[in-house]
């Protein structure tokens, strides 16, 4: 039945052309929506039992998908989508035109499917074509316990030249910095900005990872290098995936034929998501990941006009994409909790946290006697 959801990954397969119908008359054109990038992530994250995809009907056209997954916690069985540590995406597959319908159709299917206890979304971008995918007004006609928090994310809109949004956006601090970065840099020796795509960006992209893997990253183990083989697997899926879409850029600064930082970002609809930064730490006085981004920024208003936004992505552990940062945008993570004993009970244990949280001497009391 072509309304059904998708369990398995044969069903997934059978469901391609269908999903490529869906890609082409959607809205926004996102690499991390498209079949294969779908596929990917099932075979680098999930196992073959815990697929689901909701597929959602009207009439009888296909006017979306949300790819998701089963996780079991503690006994308690969460259903959420594709994101994980390196997978900042909550998007939804919907044709234009169809965003209203979409939403109420797929909370309704979701609410009477079965199998689950907690539905976990989150990674939904307020400048998405479908935010919030859960609106609350349908959340409060859905008969069930529910939260949703709302975080910032951080993002450049393209509203001005750079030499624009370098005078009125930034604070003097950041200007009298780059300032003085852009002229070491110039007496440090020669150097050059260089911008790869497709195939050649593939060819490249050993030359990123060592460099990401040089410094801290390195030494902290976070880099993709220092990864699990799951997550380099899938970084090198992703890198083909975006050449292939022709959304694949690496940016490289390059001192006396030397690459010292290197940039990864693609592009999706008019929106340019900037994924990852590294530096050798050798030439840190020189500031080579904010050069590095000064000029991405320059290229992308001279050659890709397309593009109105830069999305950092949230979390900002050093504060640097706040202070690049010139709106505010955000993302939802919405909670539903289901009707049924261990839904309830996460439900109890959640408000619970939040009450302890919200009395610092209970928390306190609560610790102390944990220690008895």
Same mark, same amino acid.
């Given at each position: 039945?072509?309304?059904?959801?998708?369990?398995?990954?044969?069903?997934?397969?059978?469901?391609?052309?269908?999903?490529?119908?869906?890609?082409?008359?959607? &809205?926004?054109?996102?690499?991390?929506?498209?079949?294969?990038?779908?596929?990917?992530?099932?075979?680098?994250?999930?196992?073959?039992?815990?697929?689901?995809?909701?597929?959602?009907?009207?009439?009888?056209?296909?006017?979306?998908?949300?790819?998701?997954?089963?996780?079991?916690?503690?006994?308690?069985?969460?259903?959420?989508?594709? #994101? $994980?540590?390196?997978?900042?995406?909550?998007?939804?597959?919907?044709?234009? +035109?169809?965003?209203?319908?979409?939403?109420?159709?797929?909370?309704?299917?979701? *609410?009477?499917?079965?199998?689950?206890?907690?539905?976990?979304?989150?990674?939904?971008?307020?400048?998405?074509?479908?935010?919030?995918?859960?609106?609350?007004?349908?959340?409060?006609? &859905?008969?069930?316990?529910?939260?949703?928090?709302?975080?910032?994310?951080?993002?450049?809109? *393209?509203?001005?030249?750079?030499?624009?949004?370098?005078?009125?956006?930034?604070?003097?601090?950041?200007?009298?910095?780059?300032?003085?970065?852009?002229?070491?840099?110039?007496? /440090? +020796?020669?150097?050059?900005?260089?911008?790869?795509? &497709?195939?050649?960006?593939?060819?490249?992209?050993?030359?990123?990872?060592?460099?990401?893997?040089? =410094?801290?990253? +390195?030494?902290?183990? #976070?880099?993709?290098?220092?990864?699990?083989?799951?997550?380099?697997?899938?970084?090198? +899926?992703?890198?083909?995936?975006?050449?292939?879409?022709?959304?694949?850029?690496?940016?490289?600064?390059?001192?006396?034929?030397?690459?010292?930082?290197?940039?990864? &970002?693609? #592009?999706?609809?008019?929106?340019?998501?900037?994924?990852? @930064?590294?530096?050798?730490?050798?030439?840190? /006085?020189?500031?080579?990941? $904010?050069?590095?981004?000064?000029?991405?920024?320059?290229?992308?208003?001279?050659?890709? =006009?397309? @593009?109105?936004?830069?999305?950092?992505?949230?979390?900002?552990?050093?504060?640097?994409?706040?202070?690049? /940062? $010139?709106?505010?945008?955000?993302?939802?993570?919405?909670?539903?909790? $289901?009707?049924?004993?261990?839904?309830?009970?996460?439900?109890?244990?959640?408000?619970?946290?939040?009450?302890? #949280?919200?009395?610092?001497?209970?928390?306190?009391?609560?610790?102390?006697?944990?220690?008895?």
């Amino acid at each position: 039945m072509p309304g059904s959801h998708i369990r398995s990954m044969d069903e997934l397969e059978q469901a391609r052309e269908q999903w490529h119908d869906v890609y082409e008359d959607s &809205g926004m054109k996102l690499p991390v929506l498209t079949y294969e990038y779908v596929k990917q992530w099932y075979e680098c994250f999930a196992s073959p039992k815990d697929v689901r995809v909701f597929r959602v009907m009207e009439g009888d056209k296909i006017i979306g998908f949300l790819p998701m997954v089963v996780r079991t916690r503690e006994g308690v069985r969460v259903l959420t989508n594709q #994101t $994980n540590d390196h997978c900042f995406y909550g998007e939804a597959l919907v044709r234009r +035109g169809y965003e209203e319908v979409f939403r109420k159709k797929l909370l309704d299917e979701i *609410l009477e499917e079965s199998g689950w206890d907690v539905l976990h979304h989150i990674f939904g971008y307020s400048f998405s074509a479908v935010y919030p995918l859960f609106p609350e007004s349908l959340l409060a006609e &859905g008969k069930r316990r529910w939260k949703m928090n709302v975080q910032p994310t951080y993002t450049i809109v *393209l509203d001005k030249t750079c030499d624009e949004y370098f005078h009125k956006d930034l604070s003097s601090n950041m200007r009298h910095m780059l300032k003085q970065k852009k002229n070491r840099l110039k007496k /440090a +020796g020669p150097h050059r900005f260089l911008h790869f795509q &497709g195939d050649e960006a593939v060819e490249k992209w050993q030359d990123f990872l060592r460099i990401e893997d040089s =410094g801290w990253k +390195g030494q902290n183990g #976070t880099s993709i290098l220092k990864t699990t083989p799951e997550y380099r697997k899938y970084y090198d +899926g992703l890198i083909r995936i975006l050449s292939s879409t022709r959304d694949l850029h690496l940016y490289f600064l390059e001192l006396d034929q030397k690459y010292i930082a290197a940039a990864v &970002g693609y #592009t999706a609809g008019d929106v340019f998501q900037y994924l990852k @930064i590294g530096y050798d730490e050798e030439y840190q /006085a020189l500031s080579p990941s $904010n050069m590095l981004f000064m000029h991405l920024m320059e290229d992308i208003q001279e050659h890709h =006009g397309e @593009i109105r936004r830069i999305h950092f992505f949230p979390y900002d552990d050093t504060g640097y994409k706040k202070r690049f /940062a $010139n709106e505010e945008q955000q993302f939802s993570e919405i909670i539903i909790y $289901n009707n049924t004993l261990r839904g309830q009970t996460f439900w109890m244990a959640d408000k619970l946290k939040e009450r302890i #949280t919200r009395h610092p001497k209970l928390a306190a009391y609560i610790k102390k006697a944990m220690h008895v």
